[in-house]
């Protein structure tokens, strides 16, 4: 999933790691989804008509399944 999809019916997520919901103001709210496989994902439901996104915010290094060596280290 590498683009926008403005109002969709449904999100589905399986083998989720953490889930962080934040009420930006009184219209707005943000999603950050992480699923246990390394995927990151943004949620953000706001406006009046009620716009609800979802974007894939995965680093390429884990969507393409390349990890890098050097921050084995850390």
């Known amino acids: 999933m590498n683009k926008t999809q403005i ?7 399986e083998d989720v ?3 962080h919901w934040e009420n930006m ?3 707005s709210y943000w999603v ?3 699923l246990n496989d390394g995927r ?3 949620l953000n439901i706001h406006g009046d008509n009620l716009r609800v ?3 894939d915010e995965t680093p390429d290094e884990v969507s393409t399944g ?3 060596k050097d921050l ?3």
Do not use: A, C, Q, W
């Not at 109002?7 to 997520?13: A, C, G, L, Q, T």
């Open 7 to 13: 109002n969709p019916d449904e999100f589905v997520f």
């Open 17 to 19: 790691k953490m889930i």
């Open 25 to 27: 103001n009184e219209s």
């Open 32 to 34: 950050g989804i992480t």
């Open 40 to 42: 990151y994902f943004h």
């Open 53 to 55: 996104y979802l974007t």
């Open 66 to 68: 390349h990890r890098r």
């Open 72 to 74: 084995d280290v850390l």
